[in-house]
């Protein structure tokens, strides 16, 4: 396993979570990352991205001012810290490792995935 995505839960509405995705051993060089998610009858889509060196980082807009991206390339982790969380935000988050040091938005975009850890968030 390349990629290995963690810190899923249950959570209330308003509460918090941070994901974290930590590679295993170095996949691509210089390769920006990703979080992706799916809910539950729903195609899975992107929610964040960042550069390899953190200078370029992108939303989708539905979690804009609640979600934030980072990276410790030291650690090799990614993380997505994830506040003000909605029953909308309740899917499996997926990380993704880029062909390119700045990340798209497209799943074709990517060359490696993690494994997904669920986050479902309660009423």
């Known amino acids: 396993v390349q990629l290995q995505a963690f810190g899923g839960g249950l959570v209330q509405a308003g509460g918090s979570l941070r994901l974290s995705c930590t590679e295993s051993?170095?996949?691509?060089?210089?390769?920006?990352m990703a979080w992706f998610r799916q809910a539950p009858g729903k195609e899975r889509q992107f929610v964040a991205g960042i550069s390899w060196r953190g200078d370029g980082i992108r939303y989708v807009d539905s979690v804009k001012g609640r979600f934030t991206i980072s990276r410790d390339r030291a650690k090799n982790t990614v993380y997505l810290q994830m506040n003000t969380l909605t029953l909308e935000d309740t899917a499996v988050y997926y990380c993704?490792?880029?062909?390119?040091?700045?990340?798209?938005?497209?799943?074709?975009?990517?060359?490696?995935w993690g494994q997904g850890t669920l986050v479902t968030v309660s009423s």
């Open positions: 993704a490792a880029s062909r390119s040091s700045y990340p798209g938005s497209r799943e074709s975009d990517f060359l490696y």
């Open positions: 051993r170095r996949t691509t060089s210089n390769n920006g």
